[in-house]
């Protein structure tokens, strides 16, 4: 039997990891919203949202092409560009929204555009998606997938709400929140390496 090398493959979310959802949810709810009003921390759809906030947002996703024209989010790019460097082949991972099909469609659109080349995979359960690296705002979901790949590197790039202490299970010494500061990238490099040398070795 032939043994194959292991694929050194980095999974990259969309939505809040290279593409900016958060700050494009922002903007158009203060188009619709009264002038003293407080517009919430936005992040991923909560069950405990309240009514008006899922109504809103629910208005806004299903606005054509809101989902093609999303601006791109520097941080996650940046990461990419890190992962490619390093020698992995990079992947979107995104997860394609229940009530609104034709978002499917504006999401590999925009990946085709801003991420030319990167194959994209659009599923409802990141969990048993393989791969070495899994970079990804919503942590829920990347722990989801650790449970399946224990040696796999999350990386959260940070947001307001995505603080890891909010997720008591994401005390995981394979989870990494990257906020861009000093040394974090020295950090990251030397996971990586790592992952690069085990797969090397086995």
């Known amino acids: 039997m032939i ?20 700050g494009a949810m922002r903007r158009d709810l203060a188009r619709i919203s ?9 992040g991923p759809d909560d069950e405990d949202e309240a009514p008006w906030l899922k109504a809103r947002k629910r208005l806004i ?27 992995f082949d990079l992947q979107v991972l995104t997860k394609g929204p229940w009530s609104n099909s034709s978002a499917w469609a504006e999401k590999v659109e925009w990946c085709r555009e801003h991420l030319p080349g990167v194959p994209v995979t659009i599923t409802e359960d990141k969990g048993i998606m393989y791969g070495k ?3 990804d705002d919503f942590p ?12 796999g590197l999350l990386i959260v ?19 990494f929140r990257y906020t861009g500061a000093p040394g974090e990238r020295e950090v990251i490099v030397n996971r990586l390496k790592a992952i690069k040398a085990g ?4």
């Open 140 to 151: 829920p979901y990347g722990i989801a997938w650790l449970n399946w790949r224990p040696r």
């Open 34 to 42: 009264s002038p003293n009003e407080h517009i919430p921390d936005i």
């Open 61 to 87: 996703k299903s606005v054509p092409g809101w989902w093609k024209n999303l601006p791109e989010h520097a941080p996650g790019l940046e990461l990419c560009a890190l992962l490619g460097n390093m020698g």
């Open 3 to 22: 043994n194959k090398p292991h694929r050194l493959l980095a999974l990259i979310d969309m939505d809040g990891t290279v593409a900016d959802f958060d």
């Open 157 to 175: 790039p940070a947001w307001p709400w995505n603080r890891l202490s909010l997720y008591p299970e994401s005390m995981h010494s394979n989870i």
């Open 199 to 202: 797969t090397e070795g086995g």
């Open 133 to 135: 690296v899994l970079v």
